[in-house]
């Protein structure tokens, strides 16, 4: 069972690829990001209200970890403007290839505080094989 | 050009999701998704008004897409909220490799019923990138398990 909702949250993530991008169709990419971040906010306002959520030590941190909306702004612009391009499914694995390359990069140099985790050079065959696979996908039919 | 772009959104997910990581270990999960949509919605609508088109906002045209694709931001915190039950409950190998998974497999059926494009080298490519994907995700658990059974899942790829 929680395999299989597992499935389904990647399907989702996939999902807000193909949604985010027709709202980017619909309404510009600026507008469409103001408009899906206005959604997002409601919903998570509305989470925190149900389990009546306190907030506590906000004032302490420092202002850089408030930065992810920010950066997520780019994920959401940058996947609006490749998802009528390139489609779905090689937009995610595109993004995916992104993903892996910076975790690589992160965890080798332990960056944000993070452990320090040295790059396996066996990974090399994992990323000739997803390259592999997307240049297949990206072949013209 | 969207190749690269593409990449970088992929660069710009796993960012995000570091700082998430590192506010909602302070301050909640909820607590912390909530800045991240305040602080991004904030930031669009500065964009938004730099870019000129802010009109846009309020024209009906900009409403006329199908109904469901408005749900995306509701989407993005149920994933949020089902990732953070799953993490407890299957390993990190599993969890990620699945949304692995379920992202691109579902990516196809989504381009097959939105532009009714589909097929068989797309499969068989997604297939490769699964197997690349997991077997790193294989190495590294393979890694976490021999270094410290304390530290375990201490890698990026596991938050």
């Known amino acids: 069972m929680n395999y299989l909702l597992s499935l389904i949250a990647g399907l989702l993530l996939a999902f807000m690829v193909s949604s985010n991008g027709i709202v980017g169709e619909a309404a510009g990419n600026y507008?469409?990001?103001v408009i899906i971040h206005f959604i997002g906010l409601v919903a998570v306002i509305a989470v925190l209200l149900i389990r009546k959520a306190k907030f506590k030590n906000l004032r302490q941190l420092p202002l850089w970890m408030y930065s992810a909306g920010l950066i997520g702004i780019i994920t959401v612009l940058f996947n609006n403007l490749t998802f009528t391009a390139l489609g779905v499914s090689l937009t995610v694995a595109l993004?995916?290839?992104?993903?892996?390359?910076t975790s690589i990069i992160i965890d080798h140099f332990g960056l944000f505080g993070l452990p320090v985790s040295r790059f396996n050079t066996k990974k090399i065959v994992g990323f000739m094989i997803i390259l592999f696979g997307i240049i297949i996908m990206a072949l013209p039919v | 050009m969207y190749i690269t772009l593409a990449i970088l959104a992929g660069v710009s997910i796993v960012l995000s999701r570091i700082v998430n990581y590192v506010l909602a270990d302070k301050i909640g999960l909820f607590q912390?998704?909530?800045?991240?949509y305040l602080t991004g919605f904030i930031g669009s609508f500065i964009l938004l008004l730099v870019s000129g088109e802010t009109m846009k906002l309020f024209s009906i045209n900009s409403y006329q897409g199908s109904w469901?694709?408005?749900?995306?931001?509701?989407?993005g915190v149920g994933v949020i909220a089902l990732s953070s039950f799953l993490s407890s409950k299957i390993s990190a190998f599993y969890l990620t490799l699945l949304l692995f998974v379920g992202q691109l497999f579902g990516g196809m059926v989504l381009d097959y019923m939105v532009s009714n494009d589909f097929s068989i080298q797309k499969i068989i490519g997604g297939v490769l990138v699964v197997i690349g994907l997991g077997y790193n995700l294989w190495?590294?658990?393979?890694?976490?398990?021999?270094?410290?059974?304390i530290e375990k899942n201490n890698q990026v790829s596991s938050i």
């Open chain 2, 68 to 75: 469901w694709a408005y749900l995306g931001g509701i989407v």
């Open chain 1, 31 to 33: 507008a469409s990001s």
């Open chain 2, 139 to 149: 190495i590294d658990a393979k890694n976490n398990k021999a270094s410290t059974e």
């Open chain 1, 95 to 101: 993004g995916l290839l992104g993903q892996s390359i």
């Open chain 2, 32 to 36: 912390g998704t909530f800045f991240n």
